[in-house]
């Protein structure tokens, strides 16, 4: 669980989700990367980061297995598949294909080596079985996505005939054009197509002088788009080579779509084992881009942080020339953690950096941190930051605090991760310190893990109690 809902946005990961998404190369997996969830459970955590493992070896060891050609959508394409008379176009059968070529290289790299992928071997394993597609379609689809002129033996009929004539009405029609380009009656321009049909262009006082059909008109209206009367039989019978070659290839594409029905499911199954691929390989890159690596971890609630630094922070400094200070940072046993100091001092960075990258951890990701970093197993996540105001529900800044404490509060537990910043301000730090130590105790007593920022100033205000808040931050 997260509050509030922006959470992700607070802390700094909404960014790192839409990079994912521009990495992800299916549709598919680009949804899965909009709508992911942070996990709690740390066996799915787990077998995350081991099947990120896994796709790390697998790049190194054999990148050309995630070098996949004009990949396909099949959720999309196979939707209508089973309606009689629904055929797919040329580039849909090409796509189909290419998923099955792409699935078949992992079955045949991942059953050799069973016991080094075991999840991948998860994924693709369960989908063996030859699907007898590629050949047929291959032999009537080239590789750009087109219908190949011997796709059938009439269509090949048809097609030859098509050039046969097309060749010969091109020479009449330039013939003519020549001839009454001599006369003076053309515009500036060439043979040109409407309708398809070849047409000549002729300025429009000299219509009466030419023999032939007007089949378009320029925007001016001073040139018309004729078809020499001499044409019109080639052109027609040209119409109906058209019209024949157009419901051949539908039959071929019907053909074709028919074959695909019997195995519907099975490539829809292909297609989910290809979006976690994809979906994989989209978090390997972006670890790659930043440098992330994957630390111990442990089902328990604890976080040890070493040269650990914030992403998106990170990048920004970089486009700067600024240096980034990684942040080391050791729980242990202790609950709280409290960071002080002066406006722009980093402290907010602190409390973001913490939670983004155990929450990152979670998501199934290597995070930007030293591998020696021990991350902990938390269940749910919280943070109280910025001033939180709303004209709709009247909240001034400080009664906006108080509404996201209470919330937090009532929800801490042992497998709590929360996140406070600026604890205690918006307000007379006189009344602001009371309710901070409050809140913190409270926070103490539910064994939450927490990280709260605040000014020197409220620091000073709560010396002057002696709690168990201050006992705590100064272990």
């Known amino acids: 669980m997260i509050y ?95 998923n099955i070529d792409i699935h078949e290289k992992f079955v045949a790299v991942l059953h050799r080596f069973q016991e080094e992928f075991p999840h991948f071997w998860k994924c693709f394993g369960s989908l063996e079985g030859d699907i007898s597609l590629s050949s047929s379609i291959r032999k009537a689809i080239d590789a750009e996505g087109v219908l190949k002129v011997d796709a059938s033996p009439n269509y090949q009929k ?30 500036d321009t060439e043979v040109t197509i409407r309708e398809e049909r070849l047409v000549i262009p002729v300025i429009a006082e000299f219509k009466r002088k030419v023999k032939g059909f007007v089949k378009d008109v320029s925007a001016t209206g001073k040139v018309l788009f004729i078809e020499p009367a001499s044409i019109v039989e080639f052109n027609n019978r040209l119409k109906e080579l058209y019209a024949e070659q157009r419901r051949e290839r539908e039959k071929i594409l019907k053909t074709l779509t028919s074959q695909i029905k019997p195995y519907k499911y099975e490539l829809l199954n292909i297609m989910q084992a290809l979006t976690s691929a994809d979906f994989v390989f989209a978090k390997y890159q972006l670890s790659k881009q930043y440098e992330a690596e994957r630390p111990k971890h442990e089902d328990r609630p604890v976080l040890e942080l ?96 108080l509404k996201h404490l209470k919330s937090i509060t009532e929800s801490a537990h042992g497998r709590a991760l929360i996140g406070l910043d600026e604890l205690g301000t918006g307000t007379d730090p006189r009344y602001g310190a009371p309710i901070a130590q409050v809140i913190l105790e409270q926070l103490l007593k539910s064994k939450a893990m927490v990280i709260a920022t605040t000014h020197f100033s409220q620091i000073r205000e709560w010396g002057n109690n002696e709690s168990a808040v201050m006992q705590s931050a100064m272990a």
């Open 158 to 187: 048809i097609s030859t005939e098509i050039r046969r004539l097309e060749k010969e009405v091109r020479q009449q029609t330039k013939s003519v054009f020549k001839e009454w380009k001599n006369l003076g009656y053309t515009a």
């Open 4 to 98: 509030p809902d922006n959470f992700e946005e607070l802390i700094g990961f909404t960014p790192i989700r839409l990079q994912l998404k521009d990495c992800c190369r299916l549709p598919s997996s680009q949804e899965k990367a909009s709508n992911f969830r942070v996990m709690v459970n740390w066996t799915e955590v787990n077998d995350a980061l081991d099947m990120l493992d896994e796709c790390k070896a697998l790049v190194e060891e054999r990148p050309s297995l995630f070098e996949w050609s004009q990949p396909a959508d099949l959720f999309t394409i196979l939707r209508h598949v089973e309606i009689d008379g629904y055929f797919l176009s040329e580039l849909e059968l090409l796509g189909v294909v290419n």
């Open 306 to 401: 070493k040269n650990a630094f914030h992403p998106i922070l990170k990048r920004e400094l970089q486009k700067q020339n600024n240096k980034m200070i990684p942040l080391d940072l050791n729980m242990g046993n202790q609950r709280l953690v409290i960071v002080s100091g002066p406006n722009a001092g980093g402290k907010s960075v602190v409390l973001k950096t913490t939670l983004l990258l155990q929450y990152w951890l979670q998501c199934g990701f290597f995070v930007t941190a030293d591998p020696n970093s021990n991350f902990g197993s938390f269940e749910y996540f919280g943070i109280d930051c910025g001033d939180g105001q709303s004209i709709e529900e009247g909240l001034s800044t400080f009664s906006a605090h």
